[in-house]
């Protein structure tokens, strides 16, 4: 049979306190209620586990080892209740953020990490996403939040702006294009156009230039490398390739249809949900001047104008 948690408890009072007239004051028991328990356990168990022949009563050897292991056994159930009860207060058992992969992933690691110093009960999943897959992915799995470039709006969510992004179209400093002056949309087309796809395999980037010469990539890490070495040519977000710039290894594209491009990406939020309180804390430390937004359920949608072509 399998052992009583308050029968290891009582065994664990009767030793801490130094017998059972005190052990049952801790329980709240009187003492013959103790011994009892724990001659039920030693039943249970097909052990001895103390030594009632002395003064004092004193642990076995099979009692020192039973109380080790049941210890470890009344500290786990009161993690079980202490848990329970934090999910009681409200904490969510699990929280599912997509994130959009051109978007710095700093803010949302700060946010977590001051969530993991206030020892937020709530389990946190962080997935990387790009382009259409970002939402494809915030459906499918029925996620809490999504940071996004670029979404369809839907009526049942809530969005928050986000700080503005800049992306700028480059090449490496040895690349042919580098220097170039007016450079049209036919030169661009005899190089090798380099973006980022999502996990579905679409390219549905609609800042791409349309040319039969892609190389598609997984993330924006691996295409800043392909740029430095001068794989071909590729729109960046400005954070990610400051230094790059600043040390002329990448250079911008002096493209006739406009070279830079701005975009303001979006916190999403379900509006059929209540926020618990890990999703209020988490929106609280991703958008801090938007409490006002977060408490109406302003509704926005801003989409990015895509670069001139010609």
Known sequence: MRPDIDALEALDAVITEGGFAAAGLRLHKVPSAVNYQIRKLEEQLGVTLLDRSGYRVRLTDAGSLVLAEGRRLLAQADHVVAVAAEFAAGWEA?????????????????????????RVPTRIQVRVEFLGGVQRRFQSEQAEVMLVKDYVPNPEWVAMPLPEIECLLLVAAEHPLAGRR???????????????????????????????????????????EALLAGVGYGWMPQYLVAEDLAAGRLIEIHYVGGSRYRFTPHLIRRDDRTPGRAL????????????????????TSTKSAPPRRS
């Open 280 to 299: 209020a804390r988490l929106l609280a430390l991703l958008t801090p001047n938007d409490a006002t937004v977060i408490a109406s359920k302003t509704r």
């Open 182 to 224: 007016d450079v049209g949309l036919t030169e661009l087309h005899e190089h090798v156009e380099l973006s980022v796809q999502d996990s579905g395999a679409r390219a549905d980037d609609r800042h791409m230039f349309g040319g039969d010469r892609v190389f598609l990539l997984s993330d924006f890490g691996a295409k800043r």
């Open 94 to 118: 699990r929280l599912t953020v997509i994130i959009d992969g051109i978007l710095p992933l700093a803010p949302t690691l700060a946010a977590l990490k001051t969530m993991a110093v206030e």
